[in-house]
């Protein structure tokens, strides 16, 4: 006959054993769970980080009131004034501090967003509303100091050969180049640039006269032309023809720029590369 073979029964697992699974189950499973909700709750509803660490400090201080109690430490005055600052304290400050960095992380990505929407993304210049903007601005300022400025529109010369005999990533450069050439040739915080449109770009100048805006020109004129260039487009020369106008402090911005292009289109006609400008008399100026 067989014999029926016996097995020791399973032994419950030791004190030890259990606790230490009791804290692994704690650490890692029930702190992640809570993590993971709370965390989850922040990122969908973010204005409610505030309450809830001021609630966390509420908490904290009834925990703080009920010890005193417990231990009967209410009974000095002065401790109780010392532990009620410090639960205060630690109410308020985390809150104001977490509100603070709330405030100014939409402050700040508003300013991004603010400053994406007002320029060109190609070239860093103004677009055309955020260029309106800026020369109102400027022309109640001239309002109040009497002064007169000009706007500037210039153009690429033959740009629309770059694009297609060298590719629209040299014409980018090209643009890009331009751009950061003329930027650095307006010095004062009333001068502005934008980006009008392809290869066109219009300039303000706060607080000149009509030679001097016509010298500005001039100055940005040469600067293009003394741009050079990587790769394919090293042997590449450009230019760029200019148009002037005036402004006063209650006049037309678009009829300041019709003006100016009127110019533009005179320098294109008569040899590209040229600054133009009209008098009071419709008599051309070159600079």
Not at 18 to 27: D, E, K, L, P, S
Not at 54 to 82: D, P, Q, R, Y
Not at 197 to 208: K, M, Q, R, S, Y
């Amino acid at each position: 006959m067989l014999e029926t073979a016996e097995f020791a029964p399973v032994q419950n697992k030791s004190p030890a054993v259990r606790n230490g699974m009791i804290v692994f189950f704690w650490h890692f499973v029930w702190m992640d769970l809570k993590q993971s909700i709370i965390v989850g709750h922040i990122r969908r509803h973010p204005t409610h980080l505030p309450f809830l660490v001021s609630s966390l400090g509420v908490i904290a201080a009834l925990l703080f009131s009920t010890l005193m109690v417990l231990f009967k430490l209410n009974e000095n005055g002065i401790l109780f004034i010392v532990i009620a600052g410090l639960a205060a304290a630690f109410i308020t400050i985390p809150a104001g501090y977490v509100h603070y960095r709330r405030e100014r992380y939409i402050e700040v990505q508003n300013e991004r967003l603010k400053k994406l929407a007002s320029v060109d993304s190609l070239t860093g210049a103004l677009n055309r509303r955020a260029f309106y903007s800026a020369v109102r601005i400027e022309q109640a300022r001239m309002n109040r100091s009497g002064s007169m400025s000009a706007l500037i529109v210039f153009d690429m010369d033959r740009f629309k050969q770059i694009n297609d005999g060298l590719g629209h990533a040299v014409g980018d450069q090209v643009l890009k180049r331009v751009a950061n050439s003329a930027r650095r040739e307006l010095r004062k915080p009333s001068d502005h640039m934008a980006r009008w449109g392809g290869e066109e770009f219009a300039i303000f100048l706060g607080d000149v006269s009509h030679d001097q805006a016509l010298g500005v020109a001039d100055r940005l004129r040469l600067a293009i032309c003394e741009l050079t260039f990587e790769g394919e487009a090293a042997d590449l020369i450009v230019s760029a023809s200019f148009g002037v106008s005036l402004i006063s402090s209650n006049g037309s911005i678009d009829e300041a720029i019709r003006e100016a292009d009127r110019a533009l289109y005179e320098a294109k006609n008569t040899g590209r590369n040229r600054v133009v400008g009209f008098d009071a008399h419709n008599r051309i100026l070159a600079a």
